[in-house]
């Protein structure tokens, strides 16, 4: 066996561990090189680093202002923050004990409403932090505001350190310092090691540089559309007017312009000079910048990543604005999930830990509860009326509910349904008694003849078509019941042709 063993190898290292090719395994090297491979080779580097870092182009007060401010922003926001904490979340623990403490905890510090700020802030500024009260028990939580929010520091490998925070007398500290485990820090996007996270309407929110100019936010760009459009419509309803009287003297003109400050609409006059009077309008109103308006319209529904057409649309813009909606819906479920991550593993972890709870045999679960709604499309609520499996009155709710369609005609439309009912129903009636006026027929034939070989199978056939035919009738099957009745017909004029 010598002649296969390594070189070097001996009886002492028997029972230690070898590497695939054979030799020992140096532990103290191997945990060295553990060691070292936890930090990264690449590291942080900004024009900032050494003083902190800022958020890019816009503050967090500017993007709270703008979302104050503007009615498209604001409507993304709601709807954003609505469908992630509008459904329940669930806190789930393994033991009874663990529960209790966990649910009690949530109660005390009123936490699903401080939960339901935390978001909102998050969207608007694409950052949030919670504070712990206290370090070592954390009895309650505090979100804070991230308007006081300057700046952040963080070591070369991306750690945080503080906080730069805005106190009242315009003074900074460094919130956090020597306490960062204090603060849970919640962002609505990460990636490339950025220092914050990006307000979902973040790219309306900062200027660009196009050439050698910078331009205005969309949002304020926005704001002076919205001005101008509504100077154009008030310029139109009350232009500028020049009331003229040639060779008029000075104090007539004075004594003219004091009558007419104090006329009212239709109020009468009666004068010697007739005044020329002439008014200045704009050319072409705003129709002709409607174009230009609809752009910055989807422009506003790409930068807050929400169809706003589903609030405010007609039923077919509204329509595919809902079709978009399922995209939406999967970025909430995104945002869901990274907020129950940072939650479990950042709060409810430590709370267990403090009260003496092992998490990992706790097996903590942080969800949302999820809605399973079917949405039909309009071909399968027409074939759900056509089989029969809905009504034709359902269908035509779901279409005045789901597509916003006017039907104004279902007393006429149930008074058909009624009237072809009635008709029906007499038709049957009627077949129902020439059912019976055959069966009578059958039964008398089955009587006066002799039923033996040939009659015997004519016999049998006109039991089971009148079976059929009952089967039928019952089932409302009209056209059915009639080829039977036909197929009846003739049996019993065979019969009757035997003798």
Partial sequence: MSDVLPKGWD??????????????????????????????????????????????????QHLITYHGRTPQIQIAVSAYSELIT??????????EPAQKVIDDWVRKTDFYRKFE?????????????????????????????????????RDEFG????????????????????????????NLTNYSKQPWGRSIFYSLAIPRVVGNRTTAPLVEIMWGIEDAMSAILLNNAYP???ITYPGASDDYLKKEATRWGIYKPGDKRVQKIKPDIEFFEAEGGSGRYQFLVEHIEKTFELGTQFPHDIMTGDFTSRASSETTETIVMKKVRGYQHYLCNKLKTELFDNILIQNGFEPDDEELECTFTTQNIIELTPDQVKDRVSVGQWTKNEGREWDRTNLGVELPDDDVIQQDEQDQKDMDNKAMDN??????????????????????????????????????????????????????IRALEKIIEKVEALG
Avoid at 52 to 59: C, R
């Fill in 11 to 60: 009886e002492r290292f028997a029972n230690e561990p070898l590497d695939p090719i054979g030799n020992k395994i140096n532990h103290k090297v191997e945990e060295r090189r553990i060691e070292e491979a936890k930090a990264p080779l690449a590291k942080i580097v900004t024009a900032s680093y050494s003083h902190g870092e800022a958020p890019i182009d816009v503050t967090f």
């Fill in 86 to 95: 509008g459904t329940d979340m669930t806190i789930k623990c393994k033991t």
């Fill in 117 to 153: 700020s935390l978001v909102t802030t998050c969207l608007i500024t694409g950052n949030a932090i919670l504070e712990k009260l206290d370090e070592n028990m954390i009895d309650d939580i505090e979100e804070v505001d991230m308007s006081t929010i300057i700046k952040k520091k």
């Fill in 159 to 186: 750690e945080l350190q503080w906080y730069e925070h805005r106190t009242n007398n315009g003074q900074t500290t460094k919130l956090g310092e020597g306490k960062i485990g204090k603060f849970i820090e919640f």
């Fill in 240 to 242: 500028i007017t020049t």
């Fill in 431 to 484: 077949k129902a008694k020439d059912v019976k006026k055959l069966e009578s027929q059958v039964e008398k034939l089955i009587i006066t003849h002799n039923m033996e070989k040939e009659h015997v199978k004519l016999k049998e056939r006109m039991q089971d078509k009148l079976s059929l035919i009952s089967r039928a009738m019952k089932e409302d099957k009209e056209t059915l019941a009639n080829t039977r």
